[in-house]
T-cell receptor, first 114, second 115 residues
């Protein structure tokens, strides 16, 4: 176990709704990254949070937003859900400062948009 | 555009056979990680390599980072059914303090080891 937890484990929403996913990072880690993994593909980087600020973003529209809290936990919010948003959403925690920095993944939240 | 090309995409072998999975890119990575993922779960880190030419062994698994830090391979000796899973390589492009160390993932190799 990595010590990274995510909630909920599964979620079903309809198109146009909004969703909030949560992640608790591993103890001692100050950085949280979010990834989207569509079925049969590798994870795609959404964004990263470091010291409560967005610290890099992948090719995702603004309706994907996030937060990081003082305890380093994080939220991913997706507005105006689309069918293609159905995927496994993964968060990974890490501690910045090393070239070989390791990211530890949580079990993911499976989102289904109908 | 897929920065990391992984091959093969699918691999089905008999228990006891050897196999190699390849991860190739035109980009130079500061580090590269290999993960194994089972259905419905998050990726689990197997190894991180950071130095060009580096070879790391983890029991029956051997990982190599290319000299130019653009490619990597994973070799499994005497595969067992418990090795079944999705193997993902992921490269980190940024390496300075405070930068976004986003991981760029390959599309994965789905390995099935038959008893």
């Amino acid at each position: 176990e990595t010590g990274v937890t995510q909630s909920p484990t599964h979620l079903i929403k309809t198109r146009g709704q909004q969703v909030t996913l949560r992640c608790s990072s591993q103890s001692g880690h100050n950085t949280v990254s979010w990834y989207q993994q569509a079925l049969g593909q590798g994870p795609q980087f959404i964004f990263q949070y470091y010291r409560e600020e967005e610290n890099g973003r992948g090719n995702f529209p603004p309706r994907f937003s996030g937060l990081q809290f003082p305890n380093y936990s994080s939220e991913l919010n997706v507005n105006a859900l689309e069918l293609d948003d159905s995927a496994l959403y993964l968060c990974a925690s890490s501690s910045t400062g090393e070239r070989g920095e390791t990211q530890y993944f949580g079990p993911g939240t499976r989102l289904l948009v109908l | 555009t897929q920065l990391l090309e992984q091959s093969p995409q699918f691999l089905s072998i008999q228990e006891g056979e050897n196999l190699t999975v390849y991860c190739n890119s035109s980009s130079v990575f500061s580090s590269l990680q290999w993960y194994r993922q089972e259905p419905g779960e998050g990726p689990v880190l197997l190894v991180t390599v950071v130095t060009g030419g580096e070879v790391k062994k983890l029991k029956r698994l051997t990982f190599q980072f290319g000299d130019a830090r653009k490619d990597s391979s994973l070799h499994i000796t005497a595969a067992q059914p418990g090795d079944t899973g999705l193997y993902l390589c992921a490269g980190a492009l940024n390496a300075y303090e405070g930068s976004a160390r986003q991981l760029t993932f390959g599309s994965g190799t789905q390995l099935t080891v038959l008893p």
